[in-house]
């Protein structure tokens, strides 16, 4: 399988659709910020990059100057004990800078917060009023970017392999992977039962527990979830 190559651009609506989820105006690219969002007196600013570096945190720290509240974005980690991740993760609350991943490996894109940064309100100076005049002044938009526990790829993969043995029952790794295409660590999933969401079901078989089942059940309207369910069923 061709492996897909990402731009920053496609982290930016996730992005978008959370923040204004949650009551902000967002635009992208507003005066060197990927994206600004304001809610009354609260601005947030977001900047992107696809890999975690010094550019992006040197940005991040330049866009204090026109708010406390800055976020840095990035695609989320394949796994959550990735120390790579949580080193960033250490560096972000040094700098009292936030965190937005995005589910860029994943057909079903969303985007989490994962790290607050400090509390703060859009500061008063020259700068934030500029952004601010900006953003009331843009009529259209620009997708942003053309200049640590959260969901993980590997969580999405045991949700996968939950609903499909929700909807067809006891399955094995090797079905799991040559009849429903699922990635080739199915096997370790099902073993090493990370969430405790697996249980033996005969030889070579695995079944959902009570905790695979709740999981699913508390988080049935979750888009995850939702859209693994729906695939699942489709293979009936």
Not at 25 to 53: P, Q, S
Not at 106 to 114: D, G, H, K, L, Y
Not at 133 to 152: Q, V
Not at 192 to 215: C, D, I, M, V
């Amino acid at each position: 399988m061709k492996k897909i190559k990402h731009k920053e651009t496609d982290l930016y609506e996730p992005i978008k659709s959370l923040l204004t989820s949650q009551g902000f105006t967002v635009k992208g690219e507003v005066k060197k910020c990927d994206i600004a969002a304001v809610k009354d007196e609260i601005m947030w600013v977001v900047e992107m990059k696809l890999h975690f570096n010094m550019t992006l945190l040197y940005q991040a720290m330049e866009r204090l100057k026109i708010t406390e509240s800055v976020f840095v974005a990035v695609p989320r980690p394949r796994r959550e004990n990735d120390k790579n991740y949580r080193a960033m993760i250490k560096i972000l609350t040094k700098l009292e800078l936030g965190l937005i991943t995005v589910s860029l490996d994943s057909p079903v894109r969303i985007a989490e917060i994962i790290l607050f940064p400090r509390e703060g309100r859009g500061k008063r100076n020259k700068a934030a009023a500029t952004v601010r005049k900006e953003m009331e002044n843009r009529i259209g938009d620009t997708a942003g970017g053309t200049n640590a526990a959260g969901s993980t790829a590997y969580r999405e993969r045991c949700i996968r392999v939950a609903c499909l043995l929700a909807v067809h029952g006891p399955t094995g790794a090797r079905e799991l992977i040559h009849k429903y295409s699922c990635e080739k660590d199915a096997h370790s999933i099902l073993y090493q039962n990370f969430y405790g969401w697996f249980g033996k079901a005969g030889r070579g078989l695995y079944s959902l527990t009570e905790a695979g089942s709740a999981y699913l059940e508390a988080n049935a309207g979750n888009g995850v979830v939702a859209y693994y369910r729906m695939k699942a069923e489709e293979n009936l």
